[in-house]
C-alpha cells in the first residue's frame, strides 16, 4: 500500500512538473512573439542604414526638439506628480474624514477615461470656446497647441501612479510612527520628511518610474491637446506618427528606436526599485 502511494505521488509530481514546463515555455514564446519581435524589428529597421543613416535620422531639427519635448513634458510632470500623489495618499491613509472613498474614486478617473477623451476634456476647459477660453484669451494665455496643453494632457493621464503605490504602504504602516513623532514634538511637515516619506520611498520611486514610462508612450490625450505643429509641439510619439504617415519609415524607426531605449530604461529602473518596495510591502522579492 505505502509503495503505491509513493509511486502515485511520484507520478503526480512528474506531471506538476511538466505543467509547469509547459506554461513557463508558453508564457516565454508568447513574450518573445508579442514584445521581443516587434521590439526587435524596431531596432533592425533603425539601422537598416547603418549608424550613419540612424544618426542622420535622429539628428534632424525636428527629431531633436520632439526629443527635448518628450524630456521636457517627464521633468515637469513627474516632480508634480510626486508631490500631487504623496499629498493624495497621506490624506487618504493618515486621517479619518468623510468622502475619502469619493476621493479615491476620483484618483482612478484616468484609469478608465480613454486618453481622447482625456483631451477633448482638456481643450474643453482650455480650449478657445472652453470653460477658461475667454479668460485665457483676454490675458493672451495660451494654453492649447502648445507645451503647457500637452503637459496638462500628460497630467492627467499620469496623475494616479504615484498615490495609487504610495497608499497601499502607507495604510499597511499605520499612524504609530508618525504619533511618536508628534508626541516627541515634531511638527506634522518635520514628520512628514523624517517618517512618512522614508518609510514609502520606494514605493515612490516605483510609482514615478511608472509616471515617466507613461509620460514618454502617451499619444492620445497630447494627439489632440497638441496641434501637431511641427518643430513645436510634437513629442516623440507624435514626430514617430507623422513620419509614418509621411512614408519615412526609416525616420520613424529611427525616431522609434529612441523612444524604446528610453523605455527600455524605465524597465530596467523598474525591476531594480520593484524589489525594494516589495520588501518595503513584506513580500519576498520575486513573488
Given amino acids: 500500500m505505502i509503495p503505491s502511494m509513493a509511486v502515485h505521488h511520484h507520478h503526480h509530481r512528474q506531471h506538476a512538473g511538466w505543467t509547469r514546463r509547459l506554461l513557463i515555455g508558453a508564457a516565454v514564446v508568447l513574450a518573445l512573439l508579442v514584445l521581443g519581435v516587434p521590439t526587435a524589428i524596431v531596432f533592425v529597421h533603425a539601422f537598416g542604414k547603418g549608424i550613419e543613416g540612424w544618426w542622420r535620422a535622429i539628428s534632424q531639427p525636428e527629431a531633436l526638439h520632439a526629443v527635448f519635448l518628450s524630456l521636457l513634458t517627464v521633468a515637469i510632470v513627474v516632480p508634480v506628480n510626486a508631490v500631487y500623489g504623496l499629498s493624495v495618499a497621506w490624506a ?34 482650455y480650449g478657445t470656446s472652453g470653460l477658461f477660453g475667454g479668460w485665457l484669451m483676454d490675458h493672451d494665455l495660451k494654453i492649447m497647441f502648445a507645451v503647457p496643453g500637452i503637459i496638462l494632457a500628460t497630467l492627467f493621464v499620469t496623475s494616479p501612479f504615484v498615490a495609487r ?50 509620460s514618454l508612450g502617451e499619444f492620445g490625450a497630447v494627439s489632440v491637446v497638441s496641434g501637431h505643429i511641427r518643430g513645436e509641439t510634437n513629442t516623440l510619439p507624435l514626430y514617430i506618427d507623422l513620419l509614418y504617415h509621411d512614408y519615412d519609415s526609416s525616420g520613424a524607426f529611427a525616431a522609434a528606436s529612441v523612444l524604446t531605449l528610453l523605455a ?9 526599485v520593484e524589489g525594494r518596495r516589495d520588501t518595503a510591502l513584506g513580500d519576498e522579492p520575486g513573488e
Avoid: H
Avoid at 264 to 272: A, R, Y
Fill in 92 to 125: 487618504v491613509t493618515k486621517f479619518r474624514w468623510q468622502g475619502k472613498k469619493w476621493l479615491v474614486s476620483l484618483i482612478e478617473v484616468p484609469f478608465s477615461v480613454s486618453p481622447i477623451v482625456a483631451g477633448v476634456a482638456t481643450l474643453m476647459v
Fill in 165 to 214: 503605490e504610495v497608499m497601499p504602504l502607507m495604510q499597511l504602516q499605520g499612524t504609530d510612527e508618525e504619533e511618536a513623532a508628534q508626541v516627541l514634538g515634531a511638527g506634522g511637515l518635520k514628520t512628514f520628511l523624517a517618517v512618512t516619506l522614508p518609510n514609502v520611498k520606494w514605493a515612490l520611486f516605483y510609482g514615478l518610474i511608472l509616471c515617466a514610462a507613461r
Fill in 264 to 272: 527600455l530604461v524605465t524597465v530596467i529602473l523598474k525591476g531594480v
